[in-house]
């Protein structure tokens, strides 16, 4: 699944979204679907980034710095992250 | 995940208690005694509590609340807040073209909740008044026909349930894309009589399953909210002051509308954001837990997630908070 999503691709978050910070990670919520997304602290950083101006390396290197994990871990949990994103259609790619 | 959230994702705030159906088994035990209604600058003070705490669902009930003369006002202030989605349970007996009208550019973020429960001169009889249904029919169609987004409840009682399919089909033909089947609870109006037994939910259950593939078909989203029967022991969970709360229509804040008795502060009082922070608040249900529970509760697999299943079901059968729901099969 994840192995179509290319490196260079850069996520957005889609419109009118609602995100609220708690102690475990942010909540979304997608008026669309009116389906509320839960993420842990890891799932919140991706979202920050998830602004249309950072593609998926960097988002993955900025990962690897903050939580201290293997590169190869990163970027393949950041791609798992966005797929799951994009199936919930909180992002599309710019 | 904390005991409770930052803020409600819902909060669900009855307007009114005032109604124009009298129906058998209303969780109001009496809509003819109009309690005391916020007023509304109050209400859009609250209505701005809730955008600040980024609250992201607003259902607001009744009672009726088109009964409300301001509800209009009420409807456009909630609507062009921040809040993420206003719902609006109605009868939809007193809607008309005009107010559909004037709600018109509301509908990206408005929608509509109303209740059928059998189809025809039955309904009626449950209703409590004789051609509601033709009216409540009547206001889903012009809804549909505005284009707002309209979802059908169907309550199950003892002598409905064998209808479950007729119904789920009728409401398809209306053109509503999303249909709750919930059960009966006896509190407030509705009596014990109307309860379903252990047989007849499986009975649900199963016609539910064998024909759920067709029914969702053309785009219907049709649930079962039916806990404890065939798959979904692991399903239930109750949000009640964890991340969801219900307003009464003194400005009363409630865990749960179905336990009215157990209030929290009132709105009138207090902000609701410090009420809602406030960790004495809601400690009935935010301390529960699955060793408060009278029974093997603390021993299930699934009681950290159920901590004993409903608890206005409880304390409906029981008179007791700490009792498990009696629905369940494993207590």
Known sequence: ???????????????????????????????????????????????????????????????????????????NDVKAFLFELIRLDLIEYV | MSEYLSAPIKVSYDVTHRCNLQCQHCRILNSTIAPEELSIVKVKQFVDELSAMKVFVLGISGGEPFIRSDFIDIIKYATKSDVGRIFVSTNFTLIN??????????????????????????????????????????????????????????????????????????????????????????????????????????SVWLMFEQNKKRLVQDGLDVTLDMPFVGRSFSEFTCQAGRSECGILPDGSVVGCRLLPNIT??????????????DAKSFT???????????????????????????????????????????RCLLV
């Open chain 1, 1 to 75: 699944m994840t192995e179509n999503i290319k490196d260079d691709q850069i996520p957005k978050l889609s419109d009118d979204l609602l995100i609220r910070k708690e102690d475990f990670g942010f909540l979304v919520f997608n008026p669309k679907t009116e389906t509320v997304f839960q993420t842990n602290s890891v799932g919140a950083e991706i979202i920050h980034l998830c602004d249309g101006k950072v593609n998926i390396a960097d988002i993955s290197m900025i990962i690897t710095e903050i939580f201290e994990v293997e590169k190869e871990t990163a970027i």
């Open chain 2, 264 to 277: 929290t502060g009132n709105i009138k009082d207090r902000a609701f954001r410090e009420i809602w922070d």
């Open chain 2, 284 to 326: 009935f249900f935010r301390e529960l837990t699955p060793d408060s529970i009278k029974g093997n509760c603390s021993d299930c697999e699934y009681g950290r997630s159920c901590r004993g299943g409903c608890r206005a079901y409880a304390i409906a059968v029981y008179n007791d908070f700490y009792m498990p729901d009696p």
């Open chain 2, 97 to 202: 073209d005009d107010i559909l009208n004037e709600l018109s550019n509301l509908k990206d973020k408005l929608a509509f909740k109303v209740s059928i429960d059998s189809i025809g001169v039955y309904h009626d009889s449950i209703r409590g008044m004789p051609g509601a249904f033709d009216r409540t029919v009547e206001g889903i169609k012009l809804a549909v026909s505005h284009g707002f987004r309209v979802q059908v409840t169907t309550t199950l009682m003892q002598f409905n349930y064998k209808d479950i399919i007729e119904i789920i089909e009728f409401v398809k033909s209306l053109g509503v894309k999303k249909h709750r089947i919930i059960e009966i609870i006896p509190l407030g109006k509705a009596s014990f009589d109307l309860v379903l037994s252990d047989e007849s939910r499986r």
